[in-house]
């Protein structure tokens, strides 16, 4: 796995790897697997954006959790990223879910959204602070400051 990491895959070589979210049972394993497909995203977009949209709702919680880390993984490795609108909407759908580690995944995904779109990601963030789960809402709000996290707090605990 660790081959596929930062490296730019032929289209034969995705074929195969795309399988691999059939094994992961782990979060380490997902997190491995983000690093690849998020380079795939970024390198190929059209590849994998149609199978995340399966993913969303898909009965194993690993692929839906790949279907919101693998879109970006860290914002500061990519050279390019989706437009805000395509990132959100795969969060979207995934703020209430059940899943502990979809929940960390959510929440993952919109600190490094608002890595790259901070005044859409906070307000996204200010408009569903009431859903974000509380496995979510630690990292969707690390980066923000300290008197915005006092003010989101407020409104979840009214």
């Known amino acids: 796995m660790y081959y596929y990491q930062d490296k730019t895959l ?26 690849i ?3 795939v995203v ?13 993913w969303t709702t898909a ?10 880390v693998g879109l970006i993984e860290y914002s500061r490795q990519r050279k390019r990223v989706l437009p ?5 909407r795969f969060v ?5 879910d059940e899943d502990y580690y979809v929940q960390k995944g959510v929440g993952w995904t919109l600190r490094e959204i608002y890595n790259v779109y901070p005044a859409e990601a906070l307000r996204f963030i200010e408009e569903n602070v009431a859903s974000l ?7 969707a709000t690390a980066k923000l400051d300290g008197s915005t996290k006092a003010r989101l707090k407020q409104v979840r605990k009214s």
């Open 59 to 68: 009965e194993s919680p690993w692929k839906r959790r790949q279907s919101v």
């Open 133 to 139: 789960s509380s496995n979510a809402y630690p990292a």
């Open 10 to 35: 032929s289209a034969r070589e995705w074929d195969h790897i795309r399988t691999w979210i059939e094994r992961c049972d782990c979060w380490a394993y997902s997190d491995d697997l983000s690093k």
């Open 92 to 96: 979207k759908p995934l703020l209430g």
């Open 42 to 54: 970024e390198d190929n977009p059209d590849w994998v954006l149609p199978l995340y949209e399966e």
């Open 37 to 39: 497909y998020a380079q």
């Open 84 to 88: 805000y609108e395509t990132l959100i």
